[in-house]
């Protein structure tokens, strides 16, 4: 036998994707069978008769005694190797336990990067895919500060809150955990291409579905009750009244999860999810002492100061030259190209950016000011 995930054999391995693979065993049966027979080898090892008083139905039983799979287990163990992932069994000494107190656990999960701690504490960060620069300002200067204690950001890498919660974590030098809707050879959305091998490299990349699933919407939901299941609280910034940051919210709170919500602009539809999680008592927050103080955490970080301070010294060059042309008081675009002496395309994506960096901020008429 080879090791394989750093605990399970190769073995075990491939004979919990036979049973996880075989059409009709989800989650919960899967967990059923395993109580029933004590392992999973003893499972495809039983007759007819025995897996039919296990309370199972008959066309799975007759699925598991003819192995009738969804895939092949062999090819997806060996893709798995293939692509430097690692398979976490639900028995795994990695496996998250607070996961494991969720109802319909995964009993196995795909994972890329660094292994999960053990004792990691967790807040999850999620909200609007369309974030306005408020909502991307918020969620990455919060996850900034709570990486920044050594507090873990679990996320869905989606585009919008998740990727900023993430790009938070891991400008604090901390930890995240992003969680698929996809395949682990799947990274959706596209653009995500370089997050998904910083947190690769940095973080942790787990999902739950095989290799090659495609992003279809049902997937969704059972990403989030993952990002969910492995925090002991859940933040949403920014979301619509029908978000799937709502679902989130919900599984929370099914989980016994504490919920946090920032508020926003009473003018802003990506206000009205959150809104609603406040006046049914989400818990509001304005600063990271509001999520900690749940915990009974005091806010303090080894990081003296927020993202934009943070920002302002890692600035490059050409940055550091636009700010210091830029004040409280309006300046035109046109007097920091003059000023700078700088060619006004990469003057204008270098403005772009650091108003994403939530360093400046445009006002009409295509004036500029330091925040």
């Given at each position: ?72 287990p ?10 430097g ?41 999620v ?149 609603l ?19 009974g ?35 035109h ?15 204008l ?19 500029f000011?330091?925040?």
């Amino acid at each position: 036998m080879r090791d394989f995930s750093g605990s399970s054999s190769y073995n075990k391995i491939y004979h919990w994707l036979c049973l996880k693979l075989i059409k009709g065993v989800g989650n919960s049966t899967f967990l059923t069978l395993l109580n029933k027979f004590g392992s999973v080898e003893a499972v495809l090892e039983a007759d007819r008769y025995e897996l039919e008083t296990a309370g199972l139905r008959k066309d799975i039983v007759t699925n598991i005694l003819r192995r009738r799979y969804k895939s092949d287990p062999e090819k997806e163990l060996k893709r798995a190797i293939d692509n430097g992932a690692r398979i976490i069994l639900y028995d795994d000494p990695e496996y998250p336990s607070l996961l494991k107190e969720i109802d319909y656990p995964p009993v196995l999960l795909y994972a890329l990067g660094n292994k999960i701690p053990q004792d990691q504490f967790f807040i999850a960060i999620v909200g609007a895919r369309s974030a306005t620069q408020y909502g991307i300002r918020v969620s990455q200067n919060i996850s900034f500060r709570l990486a920044s204690m050594g507090i873990g950001i679990v996320s869905g890498m989606a585009r919008g809150i998740d990727t900023y919660a993430h790009l938070g974590a891991l400008k604090a030098g901390g930890y995240t955990v992003a969680v698929l809707g996809t395949g682990i050879d799947v990274i959706y959305p596209k653009e995500n291409k370089k997050i998904f091998q910083n947190i690769k490299e940095n973080g942790t990349i787990i999902t739950e579905f095989p290799f090659g699933t495609p992003p279809d919407s049902k997937n969704f939901p059972m990403r989030n009750r993952i990002i969910s299941g492995m925090s002991k609280g859940v933040l949403v910034v920014e979301a619509t009244e029908r978000s799937g940051s709502l679902i989130t919210a919900s599984f929370a709170l099914n989980q016994g999860r504490e919920v946090f919500a920032v508020p926003g602009s009473i003018e802003s539809s990506k206000s009205r999810g959150t809104h609603l999680l406040i006046k049914q008592g989400a818990k509001l927050v304005e600063d990271i002492a509001d999520i900690l103080e749940e915990f009974g955490i005091k806010a303090e970080s080894s990081y003296k100061g927020d993202l934009k301070e943070h920002a302002i010294i890692k600035l490059n060059p050409v940055e550091k030259k636009i700010y210091e042309c830029l004040s409280e008081y309006p300046v035109h675009i046109d007097e920091i190209i003059r000023n700078t002496g700088i060619d006004p395309a990469e003057v204008l994506s270098t403005l772009l950016k650091m108003e994403i960096k939530g360093l400046i901020k445009q006002m009409p008429g295509k004036l500029f000011i330091k925040k």
